[in-house]
Nanobody, 125 residues
Framework: QVQLVDTGGGLVQTGGSLRVSCLAS????????IGWFRQAPGKEREFVAA????????LYADSEKGRFTITRDNARNTVLLQMNNLKPEDTAVYYC??????????????????WGQGTQVTVSS
């Protein structure tokens, strides 16, 4: 019954912006953390950002802080990732994921039990 649907990817030029969305259902969101990860072809999946639903506390990867912003829409059970000043190295499939809020904010993906299908973000040079 748990479902995460991530949408909003597309093709942009270097310096452009995109916003990807994660619609969550079947989760008690107030006890969860929603994160974004990305994976480029031939590369390992990496952490992008996360938000604790109950408090709005956020965590960003060092390479993205200042360019990306993660927010939540409580009324629509949606987490948004606004990506500005995109670079070719941001090209990847972006996945949203959910884990229980059982400890401090962290970047490890092994605690994320539920995943969206992924949405492609392509940044042209």
């Amino acid at each position: 019954q748990v479902q995460l649907v991530d949408t909003g990817g597309g093709l942009v030029q270097t310096g452009g912006s995109l916003r990807v969305s994660c619609l969550a259902s079947g989760l008690t969101l107030c006890v969860h953390v929603i994160g974004w990860f990305r994976q480029a072809p031939g590369k390992e999946r990496e952490f992008v950002a996360a938000i604790k639903w109950s408090t709005g506390t956020t965590l960003y990867a060092d390479s993205e802080k200042g360019r990306f912003t993660i927010t939540r829409d409580n009324a629509r059970n949606t987490v948004l990732l606004q990506m500005n000043n995109l670079k070719p190295e941001d090209t990847a499939v972006y996945y949203c994921a959910s884990r229980l809020n059982l400890g401090p904010m962290q970047t490890q993906e092994y605690d994320y039990a539920y995943w969206g299908q992924g949405t492609q973000v392509t940044v042209s040079s």
